[in-house]
């Protein structure tokens, strides 16, 4: 049941993603970053461990009292739980912390054989250096079947330049766009019906981050 209410929740997420995916609302709102939805992950994937042997909680006592020293191996499924959680609420403590940066696509949409670029605001904070901006054109695939089937990635294409930023009355506002040859292919299916292509962009840097609190700036 637990198995069952994960995997609908998974769903319906993704569900919800791919609805609010038009060009309409993302120029409205901008792409989110995955940093929210990672914490989110984190939250359903602890939340299994800890639950799945919750129905015998009771009985760990009385097991316990009867010398059956075994039964606290299976501590480890909540134990891992909790150690999963805590870094979901780590990733969400820093996805705060930077604030949301939702990125706003200018070419919408972006084009191989044309170009990929953009801009978003950092609300809460000012970058030491201009950051790297990185996109990458990812295939991903199965290979084999039953337990030997793993997920493979291969990177089609990718680049990595120098984003420009500008101060703004509602924080530091980052540009930068990508030439993207034409012989790529783009997101969906795979041009040889074999998995997915998928885009990714991510951009690294260091930021002076001014805290919520009354603590000195933190990088």
Same mark, same amino acid.
């Given at each position: /049941? ?10 319906? /997420?993704?569900? =919800? ?10 120029a409205k709102q901008g792409i989110p970053? @995955? &940093? ?14 800890? =639950? ?12 316990? *009292? ?7 191996? =299976? ?10 959680? /805590? ?27 044309? *170009? ?7 609300? @809460?904070? @000012? ?5 790297? /901006? ?5 295939h991903s695939y199965s290979r084999g ?12 294409? *990718? ?33 040889? @019906? ?6 990714? =962009?991510?951009? &690294? ?15």
């Amino acid at each position: /049941m637990i198995f069952m209410l994960f995997g609908g929740g998974i769903m319906a /997420m993704s569900l =919800l993603s791919a609805s609010s995916s038009s060009a309409s609302k993302i120029a409205k709102q901008g792409i989110p970053s @995955n &940093e929210r939805h990672s914490a989110k992950f984190y939250y359903w994937f602890g939340g299994i461990f800890i =639950l799945i042997i919750s129905p015998l909680y009771p009985a760990f006592v009385e097991q316990l *009292q009867k010398g059956h020293q075994g039964i606290l191996l =299976l501590l480890l499924f909540p134990l891992i739980g909790l150690c999963i959680v /805590m870094a979901g609420l780590r990733q969400r403590r820093r996805y705060k912390t930077i604030g949301a940066t939702p990125l706003f696509p200018d070419p919408l949409p972006g084009c191989a054989g044309g *170009q990929v670029g953009g801009h978003f605001l950092l609300t @809460n904070g @000012n970058w030491v250096t201009a950051p790297k /901006m990185q996109l990458s054109c990812v295939h991903s695939y199965s290979r084999g079947s039953g337990d030997d089937r793993t997920t493979e990635r291969t990177i089609l294409w *990718q680049q990595e330049i120098i984003s420009w930023s500008r101060q703004t009355q509602k924080g530091t506002e980052t540009r930068f766009v990508f030439d993207v040859p034409a012989e790529l292919p783009a997101s969906g299916g795979s041009p040889d @019906n074999r998995g997915d292509i998928g885009w990714r =962009l991510t951009c &690294e840097g260091t930021a002076t981050i001014a805290e919520r609190s009354q603590h000195p700036e933190t990088r």
